[in-house]
T-cell receptor
Framework: DSGVTQTPKHLITATGQRVTLRCSPR?????VYWYQQSLDQGLQFLIQ???????AKGNILERFSAQQFPDLHSELNLSSLELGDSALYFC?????????????FGPGTRLTVL | DQQVKQNSPSLSVQEGRISILNCDYT??????FLWYKKYPAEGPTFLIS?????DKNEDGRFTVFLNKSAKHLSLHIVPSQPGDSAVYFC?????????FGDGTTLTVKP
């Protein structure tokens, strides 16, 4: 158990809809990262937050947005969903008590867009 | 342009033998390199890392080698065990931002 929790575990929705994925980092970790893993592909970095502020941005679509709240949990919002958005979405955290570069991953949310 | 590449999508080895997983990168600004292991239906878990100032780091059966001039790193697992069967991702970090390869699926046969 990495200490990172993600909800929901599975999500099935239709094209054009909007969904919110939630992540709670390890206790004390200030950084939260979001990744997308499409079928048979690697982990694509989407965005990083540090203590409530956006720290780095990767290949995140404009239809996607994220935020980190004062209690350090984070949400990833995906809107105007397309079939190609079907993927595994991972949240990771890092910070105190670990190497700065080491990330602890949650179990992921599997999103299916029909 | 993929900055971190794992050119072998899969690798199969016999139990007890050595597994060697390879990773190449292009960005000379990367200063930290990590290997993660992923089982199905789980998130990746950190395995071992190496700073760019070193060329080798060992942790039990796992050793990571870094060749900066060739921009190449490798993960050696000796001896390989069936429980090592998983997808292995290499990642390269620049100021804390990690870029991941596409992964190599390792199968260790009993």
């Amino acid at each position: 158990d990495s200490g990172v929790t993600q909800t929901p575990k599975h999500l099935i929705t239709a094209t054009g809809q909007r969904v919110t994925l939630r992540c709670s980092p390890r206790s004390g970790d200030l950084s939260v990262y979001w990744y997308q893993q499409s079928l048979d592909q690697g982990l694509q970095f989407l965005i990083q937050y540090y203590n409530g502020e956006e720290r780095a941005k990767g290949n995140i679509l404009e239809r996607f947005s994220a935020q980190q709240f004062p209690d350090l949990h984070s949400e990833l919002n995906l809107s105007s969903l397309e079939l190609g958005d079907s993927a595994l979405y991972f949240c990771a955290s890092s910070g105190k008590g670990s190497s700065y570069n080491e990330q602890f991953f949650g179990p992921g949310t599997r999103l299916t867009v029909l | 342009d993929q900055q971190v590449k794992q050119n072998s999508p899969s690798l199969s080895v016999q139990e007890g033998r050595i597994s060697i997983l390879n990773c190449d990168y292009t960005n000379s600004m990367f200063d930290y390199f990590l290997w993660y292991k992923k089982y199905p239906a789980e998130g990746p878990t950190f395995l071992i890392s190496i700073s760019s100032i070193k060329d080798k780091n060992e942790d039990g059966r796992f050793t990571v080698f870094l060749n900066k001039s060739a921009k190449h790193l490798s993960l050696h697992i000796v001896p390989s065990q069936p429980g090592d069967s998983a997808v292995y991702f290499c990642a390269a970090s620049d100021a804390g931002k990690s870029t991941f390869g596409d992964g190599t699926t390792l199968t260790v046969k009993p």
